[in-house]
Nanobody, 113 residues
Framework: QVQVVESGGGLVQPGGSLRLSCAAS????????MAWFRQSPGKERELVAV?????SPNYADSVKGRFTIRRDNANVYLQMNSLKPEDTAVYYC?????????WGQGTQVTVSS
């Protein structure tokens, strides 16, 4: 089993930055991918960025050039720059281990003036 906890959300003005953190614990030796998703009210959850053990990070087109995902052992970070109001959402960390996934509880990011 892998447990996942996110942190780092909050309120930021347009053009600002935030860094989200995600810490995995438990069977971390079996982790093969870590990803960030987000979900806005009335919308489906969407993939924002993913990093695996075998490939370069991948990003949603809407965040390319503004967001950076980085992994450090059992932790994964999402650096978000040049934030826009449309980035407002609950952000979730998902850890893939073996053929299973574990999700965090989510952290709210609000971009507003």
């Amino acid at each position: 089993q892998v447990q996942v906890v996110e942190s780092g959300g909050g309120l930021v003005q347009p053009g600002g930055s935030l860094r989200l953190s995600c810490a995995a614990s438990g069977s971390i030796f079996s982790i093969n991918a870590m990803a960030w998703f987000r979900q806005s009210p009335g919308k489906e959850r969407e993939l924002v960025a993913v990093i695996t053990t075998r490939s370069s990070p991948n990003y949603a087109d809407s965040v390319k050039g503004r967001f950076t995902i980085r992994r450090d052992n059992a932790n994964v970070y999402l650096q978000m720059n040049s934030l826009k109001p449309e980035d407002t959402a609950v952000y979730y960390c998902r850890v893939t281990w073996g053929v299973s996934h574990s999700w965090g509880q989510g952290t709210q990011v609000t971009v507003s003036s």
